[in-house]
């Protein structure tokens, strides 16, 4: 059963940074892409960052790049975006999702919230 978990959210000024993090249990992180979604009030969730199995390979929202940074720790089963520069408009839950086998993403966490003030 594979499960995920965020932590890291909380409130901050604009401007501020922040580190989410996202705890995998199960045996196949290590071999699946992994991303960070975000959906705030009214509006539709959207695609923050990806990473790819490996760690090597890297994509962004335009909306965020030079600014989150998203990584993982394939030994710890974790997943981390940093957020650095905060806006108003980055407020949002943040969820992480697990790639699955055959594309798209097959396994999702309950989300961590973000406020920007």
């Known amino acids: 059963h594979v499960q995920l978990v965020e932590s890291g959210g909380g409130s901050v000024q604009t401007g501020g940074s922040l580190r989410l993090s996202c705890e995998v249990s199960?045996?196949?992180?290590?071999?699946?892409?992994m991303g960070w979604f975000r959906q705030a009030p009214g509006r539709e969730r959207e695609g923050v960052a990806v990473?790819?199995?490996?760690?090597?390979?890297?994509a962004y929202a335009d909306s965020v790049k030079g600014r989150f940074t998203i990584s993982r720790d394939n030994a710890r089963n974790t997943l981390y975006l940093q957020l650095n520069s905060l806006k108003t408009e980055d407020m949002a839950m943040y969820y992480c999702?697990?790639?699955?086998?055959?594309?798209?993403?097959?396994?999702w966490g309950r989300g961590t919230q973000v406020t920007v003030s």
């Open positions: 199960g045996d196949s992180y290590s071999r699946r892409c």
């Open positions: 999702a697990k790639g699955g086998s055959m594309g798209g993403y097959s396994d």
């Open positions: 990473i790819a199995s490996g760690g090597s390979t890297t």
